[in-house]
T-cell receptor, first 111, second 116 residues
């Protein structure tokens, strides 16, 4: 079936460096994408979203890039902090708000 | 404005018992979604409900699982005759009625079900 998936299961990054998390999707009809952060024992927390009519969107310390040609999505975290340690999921939403999640990338921030 | 509230946070059931998971959406939200998360995996969609209606239950197992979202009160995910394979974290999300799709869904903290 169609799915959203991630390339790397674990990303280790030094505090202060930038992090890049990648995601591939297979449904070319997808038009809305969201990145979520999930800390241990907690529910997913919205980070940033992007619609298919955009190729870049910036938030506070985060940037999402969308390449529709290769069906690729990335999340960039600037100046990674210890509090950024978590599992990051990309997801796409259908018109009913139903989310299809990727497997997740564990980000580990080292001092 | 309280977030999405789920209870209990942790639930332990013996095989064969019933599990009832509750979700109160954010105030003003009338769309509720249930997801299941196995350890080290992403969330998998189970069911989408609006008040008194099941809109999409394509992710629900055909047997033992049911969900409702009554006119009054929380949404309930019910698992009958639980088996060890039902052990997982169950998350509820809600979104506002007037912005379905292409809008942020807010998640609760989840219910962690352990079947012993």
């Amino acid at each position: 079936g169609e799915s959203v998936g991630l390339h790397l299961p674990t990303l280790s990054v030094q505090e202060g460096d930038n992090s890049i998390i990648n995601c591939a999707y297979s449904n070319s009809a997808s038009d809305y994408f969201i990145w979520y952060k999930q800390e241990s024992g907690k529910g997913p927390q919205f980070i940033i979203d992007i619609r298919s009519n955009m190729d870049k969107r910036q938030g506070q310390r985060v940037t999402v890039l969308l390449n529709k040609t290769v069906k690729h999505l990335s999340l960039q975290i600037a100046a990674t902090q210890p509090g950024d340690s978590a599992v990051y999921f990309c997801a796409d939403s259908d018109s009913w708000g139903k989310l299809q999640f990727g497997a997740g990338t564990q980000v580990v921030v080292t001092p | 404005n309280a977030g999405v509230m789920q209870n209990p946070r942790h639930l332990v059931r013996r095989r064969g018992q019933e599990a009832r998971l509750r979700c109160s959406p954010m105030k003003g939200h009338s769309h509720v979604y249930w997801y299941r998360q196995l350890p080290e995996e992403g969330l998998k969609f189970m069911v989408y409900l609006q008040k008194e209606n099941i809109i999409d239950e394509s992710g629900m197992p055909k047997e033992r699982f049911s969900a409702e979202f009554p006119k009054e009160g929380p949404s309930i995910l019910r698992i009958q005759q639980v088996v060890r394979g039902d052990s997982a974290a169950y998350f509820c999300a809600s979104s506002p009625m007037n912005r379905v799709g292409n809008t942020e869904a807010f998640f609760g903290q989840g219910t962690r079900l352990t079947v012993v």
